[in-house]
């Protein structure tokens, strides 16, 4: 990853760019998008199909070569629906698609690359449509859905349970496990009494994680200059 070379005002302009492009343009893809969207890229976020409804808080971190993909199919037999919850974390190439209805907790997480669809898209003996092959999945409070991760249909996940990088989940997933596999298998128990840091107590004092995060951003960049951010424009082979 090449150094960030931009001074913290330009940084400052993009993000509110990037807040003015969300509330424009990317809102009202959604039925419904929540307050304090933290989006990264927006542009790059692919939104399509209704009944896609996100909640407060949420963090989507897409990109050009890897964008966020949110997708609802209606047509017949077809009615999609996506369920965000509160606090949940979208790293870059997270895919859901719905055929049926797919219902994601609060404080849920997805690593990048992860895939989650409700449907097979063709049957065994059907092959020109979705028929009979598509069963609502429910991942519920804090669920991390490891890197690269694929979630099948009529699959339930629970509270507080891992899926690790690269798995592939088929069967029911109880509270508190972690697994892991091509099929996945439960290789780890979680302790249920133990406290468990959530990503909503990040947002407990309202705006200030964005706060936190511009102050940062702000040190970081502390010792960046318009000049500096030039030369690495026009010079890149210089740059390091």
Known sequence: MRQEHRPFWLKNIVSRFEA????????????????????????TVEVFGRN???????????????????????????????????????????????AVSITIGDNCMFAADCYIA????????????????????VLKDNVWIGHGAKVGKGVTIGENSVVAAGSVVVKDVPDNVVVGGNPAKVIKKLNPN???????????????????????DRWVMRDNSTLGWLKS????????
């Open 20 to 43: 003015w492009w969300i509330e424009r343009f990317l809102r009202p893809q959604f039925d419904h998008l929540g307050k304090g969207a933290a989006i990264l890229k927006p542009r």
């Open 52 to 98: 896609i409804h996100v909640g407060d808080y949420p963090h989507i971190i897409s990109s050009n070569y890897n964008p966020v993909r949110l997708t609802s199919w209606s047509g017949k037999n077809l009615d999609g629906e996506i369920k965000i919850g509160n606090y949940c974390l979208l790293s870059p190439g997270t895919t859901i698609t719905s």
């Open 118 to 137: 409700d449907s097979d898209w063709h049957g065994l003996y059907n092959r020109l449509r979705p028929f009979r092959c598509s069963k609502p999945i």
């Open 194 to 216: 133990r406290r468990m840091l959530k990503r909503e107590l990040m947002f407990q004092d309202g705006d200030f994680y964005q706060q936190n995060q511009q102050d940062l």
């Open 233 to 240: 424009v026009f010079f890149r082979n210089n740059s390091h």
